[in-house]
């Protein structure tokens, strides 16, 4: 069944889900749809919902033929990968074609 998480502190929350995917919500941000095993199959992310850090919102009105959004997943980017292409770089690194 599809459900909604939603962050009830006032920092930023990353939850590991169970297919070890992470979701990161802003303070008080609801996410898109995400299956409850998801969190049910997870330790770390029900640790957060048992403390009452994140609410779990079961969605009734979805249909469940759809699938289900997948969780945005945190890339891990090197550092030099967010510097845009006009700025002068120290000398010796290249920008990444």
């Known amino acids: 069944?599809?459900?909604?998480?939603?962050?009830?502190?006032?920092?930023?929350?990353?939850?590991?889900?169970?297919?070890?995917?992470?979701?990161?919500?802003?303070?008080r941000q609801l996410s898109?749809?995400?299956?409850?095993?998801?969190v049910e199959r997870s330790a770390p992310a029900e640790h957060l919902v048992q403390r009452?850090?994140?609410?779990?919102?079961?969605?009734?009105?979805a249909p469940s033929e759809e699938p289900v959004e997948a969780p945005t997943r945190i890339s891990q980017r090197s550092p030099a990968a967010d510097v845009p292409d006009d700025v002068t770089r120290p000398s010796g690194q290249q920008a990444e074609a």
Do not use: F, I, K, Y
């Not at 297919?19 to 802003?26: E, F, I, V, W, Y």
């Not at 898109?32 to 998801?38: Q, S």
């Open 1 to 27: 069944m599809p459900v909604r998480l939603q962050n009830l502190t006032r920092r930023p929350v990353v939850l590991r889900l169970a297919t070890g995917d992470s979701l990161r919500l802003a303070p």
């Open 32 to 38: 898109g749809l995400v299956r409850d095993v998801e």
């Open 52 to 61: 009452g850090m994140v609410a779990v919102r079961p969605v009734e009105d």
